[in-house]
């Protein structure tokens, strides 16, 4: 009889751990975010993210600069995947993937038969890279979010001593979860 009581129990427990574990978090997976240092530094840069899970999220990011003078990028459009590490859905320490299609301002060196000049020109170019940063979310979801990273541009490699190389991705970035 004891032996039946314990097997009873431990199955019950067993049971209760299981239905325990199978249970998923409701979150919200929206999220629409500012990068507040890029504001200040003269340029929009906006996201949109997706959260794909309590693990990872994809997302998409504009940056226009409307100060021209301390800028030398015209565009970005980035799009990412990050993989969270934290305790909480989707937050705390991030490692992402991105691709950055981006359109500079950039000088490149020209030789002509007399002479070798660097002359201004315009260069649209996609790179991939590689960035690390951390999520902090409250329970009303608002977000501040704070970021880094390196790319590198894959085309127009046909020009020696080219300024835009590697190409960084950096916010200080505050949002709403929805």
Same mark, same amino acid.
């Given at each position: 009889m004891k032996k039946l009581i314990l097997v009873t129990l431990l199955f019950i427990s067993g049971v209760s751990f299981a239905q325990e574990s199978d249970q998923k978090v409701d979150f919200k997976k929206n999220e629409f975010k500012g990068n507040a240092l890029f504001l200040v530094l003269g340029s929009f840069d906006f996201s949109y993210?997706?959260?794909?899970?309590?693990?990872?999220?994809?997302?998409?990011?504009?940056?226009?600069?409307?100060?021209?003078?301390?800028? +030398?990028? *015209? %565009?970005?459009?980035?799009?990412?995947?990050?993989?969270? &590490?934290?305790?909480?859905?989707?937050? @705390?320490?991030?490692?992402?993937?991105?691709?950055?299609?981006?359109?500079?301002?950039?000088?490149?060196?020209?030789?002509? +038969?007399? *002479? %070798?000049?660097?002359?201004?020109?315009?260069?649209?170019? &996609?790179?991939?890279?590689?960035?690390? @940063?951390?999520?902090?979310?409250t329970k009303k979801g608002l977000l501040l979010e704070i970021n880094a990273g390196v790319g590198r541009n894959l085309f127009n490699n046909q020009y020696d001593d080219r300024d835009y190389e590697l190409i960084g991705?950096?916010?200080?970035?505050?949002?709403?979860?929805?």
């Amino acid at each position: 009889m004891k032996k039946l009581i314990l097997v009873t129990l431990l199955f019950i427990s067993g049971v209760s751990f299981a239905q325990e574990s199978d249970q998923k978090v409701d979150f919200k997976k929206n999220e629409f975010k500012g990068n507040a240092l890029f504001l200040v530094l003269g340029s929009f840069d906006f996201s949109y993210e997706r959260i794909l899970n309590e693990e990872s999220g994809i997302g998409i990011s504009l940056n226009v600069p409307f100060d021209n003078d301390n800028w +030398d990028i *015209n %565009y970005a459009l980035t799009g990412y995947y990050r993989y969270y &590490f934290g305790k909480k859905p989707a937050s @705390g320490f991030f490692g992402e993937a991105f691709g950055m299609l981006n359109n500079v301002d950039d000088y490149v060196y020209e030789e002509s +038969d007399t *002479n %070798y000049t660097y002359k201004p020109k315009t260069i649209t170019d &996609f790179a991939l890279g590689i960035g690390l @940063g951390g999520k902090w979310v409250t329970k009303k979801g608002l977000l501040l979010e704070i970021n880094a990273g390196v790319g590198r541009n894959l085309f127009n490699n046909q020009y020696d001593d080219r300024d835009y190389e590697l190409i960084g991705r950096a916010g200080i970035t505050i949002g709403y979860r929805f």
